[in-house]
């Protein structure tokens, strides 16, 4: 099984609304990413976890913040969002064996329109 | 100068031809290589994973790594209407971070 969920598949969220972006994964991946793709472009990475520990922010706006409850699980809550923060939001996890990391896998992603 | 050069296409091909495809680095460092198809609105979906120079081949796919030329090639054989995507080369370093070539829009015409 080499499955990351997303969910939801689509989300619609006004500027002042709170809500939660999930991934679940049961592959034992100890790595988990948070991408955001806007159209006819490639996945710009936003947050790395390694073993549940944040290893990588780049440079993301406060509004959205990760959570890695466990080892299998990754957050991505969001406030206080932008129009321009519309886009296709990707999960993906990878593995790592004898410090080389394996290929990464991603899910379906999750359709953000903020109005 | 991007770190990965991919041509964006389109590329638009007749059924059953080979679809060949490529992407360049500059970074030395990158050591795992990596080809994604991407249909429209959906994620990514890994078709080749290497991390050594040479051939790779799974079914209809080949994937070519030359690291002394800094370069990648994804082939695919007998290709088929169903491949029409958008094909993303990818490669990390030894760390977590995954850098993404720009993506080839590839149409298969019946």
Redesign the interface.
């Known amino acids: 099984d080499t499955e990351v969920t997303q969910t939801p598949k689509h989300l619609v969220m006004g500027m002042t609304n709170k809500k939660s972006l999930k991934c679940e994964q049961h592959m034992g991946h100890r790595a988990m990413y948070w991408y955001k793709q806007k159209a006819k472009k490639p996945p710009e990475l936003m947050f790395v976890y390694s073993y549940e520990k944040l290893s990588i922010n780049e440079s993301v706006p406060s509004r959205f913040s990760p959570e890695c409850p466990n080892s299998s699980l990754l957050n991505l809550h969001l406030h206080a969002l932008q129009p321009e923060d519309s886009a296709l939001y990707l999960c993906a996890s990878s593995y790592r064996d004898r410090g080389r990391n394996t290929e990464a896998f991603f899910g379906q992603g999750t359709r953000l329109t903020v109005v | 100068q991007k770190e990965v050069e991919q041509d964006p296409g389109p590329l638009s091909v007749p059924e059953g031809a080979i679809v060949s495809l490529n992407c360049t680095y500059s970074n030395s460092a990158f050591q795992?290589f990596?080809w994604?198809r991407q249909y429209s609105?959906?994620?990514?979906?890994?078709l080749m994973?290497t991390?050594s120079s040479g051939n790779k081949e799974d079914g209809r796919f080949t994937a070519q790594v030359d690291k002394s030329s800094k370069y990648i090639s994804l082939f695919i054989r007998d290709s088929q209407p169903s491949d029409s995507a958008t094909y993303?080369c990818?490669m990390?370093a030894?760390?977590?971070?995954?850098t993404?070539?720009?993506?080839t829009r590839v149409l298969v015409k019946p």
Do not use: D, I, S
Not at chain 2, 41 to 46: F, V
Not at chain 2, 94 to 98: P, S, T, V
């Open positions: 795992y990596m994604y609105r959906k994620g990514p979906e890994l994973y991390y993303l990818a990390k030894a760390g977590n971070k995954l993404f070539g720009g993506g």
